[in-house]
DNA sequence: CTGGATCCATGATGATACTG
DNA sequence: CAGTATCATCATGGATCCAG
């Protein structure tokens, strides 16, 4: 007798294709609902279960935990959890990593294909927001040289997108002489990233940008690359 | 029976994540089961209601009719219907077809993370193995001139894996002089790919290699990249 | 407070049979 | 060939509760 899953065995049964196609396999470790964004938001590093509750709003724990459990059985994540401590740290193992490349695709076709305007009031956490940007510097090929943008969220954290050697990445704070900072607020800064690349503003409510005339203005031509949202017409 | 919504206005209204992430609503519009493997079926050219049918075995034929709506709404799938015709051809848009650099990420990393052994009575399609042995040989960088191996199921079609300047190359059937002929059943081609690449034999059951020695050499030594198929462990 | 577990409701999916 | 119709089941959401 073999038990795979914990005693709520029921909850670790996933239902299967049945195919032998590598793709088939795969969704079905990666495709329940809610999966994929768990390990999104493990991409940036280690999470605690509340921490992953804040971005993955409006799931429940319960789903929560069971999608950590299912990604624990595959070996997609790992948990730290230290005796005598409360929090328990949730982390990508190697296999997980390798996730990135293709969620980086998905993330370009979204924004080719599914991208839609922000409505007041949804929750948009600067981490996806900065990911997509990054996705576009990258793909549409934007190079001006060593250079840092810094986005202080009052309501967050502040996060760093850098051009250099190795590219475009997005960090957590930390850099000396940025070439521009944002101040802003995620509301405002969703706002802002979905207006209209010409209609965009150095000053407007709840955002700000400092730092030379010039940097600025390489700032708003480099993120013309995130697009407009317009909804998709649906046929009737 | 129709009051301000068609009945289809049913099946269409997906679950949202109520994210403002691109990535969310990429999943918002694939990350319902079966609708990638539709479009995975769909990425080798137009196919037939039915023929979906065949591929997606285990598939109810109601939803793979909710699945074609969805994606047909979502400009991903175009229905070529014909007066007069029965048969109904569904083909990618070109949004359904910009999937394909995230699907091969998914495929590659399905080879080196999720590939299991194939379970005899498991369909098995051509079509599906050949995209996988076809990402591993590019990812691999398997690079041997200009080469092109016919691979002929008697229980299915014929397709031929070709390299030349474009890279990597899957189509169906017509080459003249391929440098190896592979005649086998869809179940024989599977237990070969995944076996050992050790054990491979051009001559077992149900299979069978024609060509030169030196050119059925180097096609095994190139398909080594078919990883032999590990299941993963999971923690009881 | 964090990190869950439990109960119940419901919508999505599956099984099977049937039809224009 | 290309779907519908009907019924059953399972996964997920919402609300609530609980232990360290």
Wanted: proline letters at 6%; aromatic letters at 10%.
């Amino acid at each position: 007798m073999y038990f795979w899953g914990s005693v709520t065995e029921v909850t670790t049964k996933s239902r299967t294709f049945g195919h032998f196609c590598v793709l088939a396999t795969a969704l079905e470790r990666l495709g329940d609902r809610w999966t994929l964004l768990v390990v999104r938001d493990l991409v940036a590093g280690p999470r605690r279960f509340t921490d992953l509750s804040e971005r993955l709003a409006g799931i429940t724990p319960k789903t929560l935990t069971q999608r950590l459990r299912d990604l624990e059985d595959h070996g997609l994540v790992e948990a730290d959890r230290v005796r005598g401590r409360r929090d328990v740290w949730y982390r990508l193992t190697p296999a997980g990593q390798d996730l990135q490349p293709m969620l980086d695709e998905l993330v370009y076709w979204g924004m080719r294909h599914a991208l839609r305007p922000w409505e007041p009031g949804e929750p948009a956490h600067p981490e996806h927001l900065l990911w997509a940007l990054r996705i576009m510097l990258e793909r549409e090929g934007i190079e001006i040289g060593p250079v840092s943008w810094v986005v202080r969220f009052i309501d967050d954290g502040t996060y760093v997108l850098r051009n250099d050697d190795d590219g475009w990445t997005v960090a957590p704070d930390g850099v000396d002489n940025p070439d521009v900072v944002v101040t802003t607020t995620r509301d405002a800064w969703a706002r802002f990233l979905t207006s209209r690349p010409s209609e965009r503003a150095v000053d407007e409510r709840d955002l700000h940008c400092s730092g030379s005339r010039t940097a600025v203005n390489a700032f708003l031509r480099a993120i013309a690359v995130f697009p407009f949202g317009r909804t998709r017409a649906r046929q009737p």
